[in-house]
């Protein structure tokens, strides 16, 4: 069996954690603050953030009064940069099967895969941060 649509729980925390950040550019937030908000594990978290501040989307600031802030304009991530930075390139499902059981010349479903894979890199391509800041009720 396979997911059509399966993020990892490591995009799903980037994605909340940089809206977040995006839509209160004022505050910075700790790794407990957003892991409770969430409803997330911190340790797991804390590693999202690790590479968030790794490559270059947010600062970070120990101590009191410290945690993470967005050093990237929301306006120009997408949410595909996001998604590549955290889990590599979007890549397409081959097969609904979970094996290539057609080798893809003749899907049974159609191109149906193909069509869903084209949808959603276009819309990760085309969504900023900026709109999920302005999503997220948080």
């Known amino acids: 069996m396979t997911d059509i649509l399966k993020l990892s729980d490591a995009s799903s925390l980037a994605f909340h954690a940089l809206a977040l950040l995006a839509r209160h550019p004022e505050e910075r937030a700790s790794t407990t603050r957003m892991a409770e908000l969430f409803g997330a594990s911190e340790h797991t978290l ?34 595909l940069t996001i998604y590549e930075t955290v889990d590599g390139p979007l890549r397409p499902q081959r097969c609904l099967l979970g094996k290539p059981a057609c080798n893809g010349k003749h899907c049974v ?6 069509k869903l894979h084209a949808e959603l890199h276009g819309y990760f391509s085309r969504t900023t941060l900026s709109d999920l800041a302005r999503a997220i009720q948080i």
């Open 46 to 79: 804390a590693k999202v953030m690790h590479e968030l501040v790794r490559t270059g989307f947010v600062d970070s600031v120990r101590g009191a009064g410290g945690g993470f802030s967005l050093i990237v304009n929301p306006d120009q991530v997408t949410l």
């Open 109 to 114: 479903m159609q191109g149906l895969l193909g």
